[in-house]
């Protein structure tokens, strides 16, 4: 485990973005993010009972909703926000107005390189998220944008702007983010590997998003960040960040966004029980076998000029194409929509700047 630096860290971007924790227990765990993460505003969403006190260590700014804040909040939308499962994390990612969302679980720790210094994966997502991605053409040096790389020869000088970076996927050491199944055969594996790379995952391909180490940039992708329905009363769990993932890389690959995968790097600490995630995955190991065909053949017309217009196509698409996997594909196309309206309710457009002026021997203008 890691030794928690003495002094400050440099917080970039920190009164742009947010730090959003899904938890149903004390954040200790923040002792040890507390150099890289006190600077910066956290939402918690805390999951299960709603009177249980969850104890936050002094000196976090941070704000904290439990499911009868979703409720007040939402009213009957909050239906389509996630009860007893880490999905309901997108909770934060919707009451949040910063431009940037990092989220992470509450078992993970700050990992060290190889050298042995203390890794800020904050930082490495704001890296990512800052500096273009190239997913329409692939570089074999990695991350071109990264100091002491570029493009290699042969890569079009046409294409070096690259595409604005929507998601950053970072990666784990020591527990690795298995399925059930793989758990079971392979109860003693860990991920001891550190790989220097980050790499842009190509357009018209999809994988399997984490969301224990994620960061995006809710302008450009929030709205399609939808966790989906998982865990309390609902056939499926432990689907909700790779669902995510599924419909927003068909987003960013219509919109002509990138996703990157690679560093940085945390700590997990804890394996889960890989019977009690058998329990909860294996109608999604049987369902995928049709879930990725669908979002593999999915094409959004060119209409869909938003996430939010490409969203509601999806979730139609959803219901037609999957309702008859199991009618629980119909419920979760009704609350993708749901999530829409939400998110658009709590998020509204911009007001223009200039507001029209009233003659000077007229009335002014009416209230709206």
Known sequence: MAVVPSTKVVAPLKDELDIVIPTIRNLDFLEMWRPFFEQYHLII?????????????????????NRNDINRILGPKASCISFKDSACRCFGFMVSKKKY???????????????????????????????????????????????????????????????????SHGLWLNIPDYDAPTQLVKPRERN??????????????????????????????????YFGLMGDGQPIGRYDDMWAGWCAKVICDHLSLGVKTGLP?????????????????????????????????????KECTTVQKCYIVLSKLVKEKLGHVDPYFQKLGDAMVTWIDAWDELNPPAVPATEPVAKKDGPPPKAK
């Open 192 to 225: 001891t590997r550190y790989v220097d790379a980050v790499l842009t995952i190509p357009k018209g391909t999809l994988f399997p998003m984490c969301g224990m180490n994620l960061g995006f940039d809710r302008e450009l992708i929030g709205p399609a960040m």
């Open 265 to 301: 790097y945390i700590w997990h600490s804890k394996a889960s029980n890989p019977f009690v995630n058998l329990k909860k995955e294996y109608k999604g190991i049987y369902w995928q076998e049709e879930i990725i065909p669908f979002f593999q053949a999915v094409t959004l017309p």
């Open 45 to 65: 969403v805390q999951d299960g009972d709603p009177t249980k006190i969850i104890r936050v260590p002094d000196g976090f700014d941070y704000e904290l909703y």
């Open 101 to 167: 969302i990092f989220t992470i679980d509450d078992d993970c720790f700050v990992a060290k390189d190889p050298s042995g210094k203390e890794i800020n994966a904050l930082a490495q997502h704001i890296q990512n998220l800052l500096t273009p991605s190239t997913p329409f053409f692939f570089n074999t040096l990695y991350d071109p944008y990264r100091e002491g790389a570029d493009f290699v020869r042969g890569y079009p000088f046409s294409m070096r702007e690259g595409a604005p970076t929507a998601i």
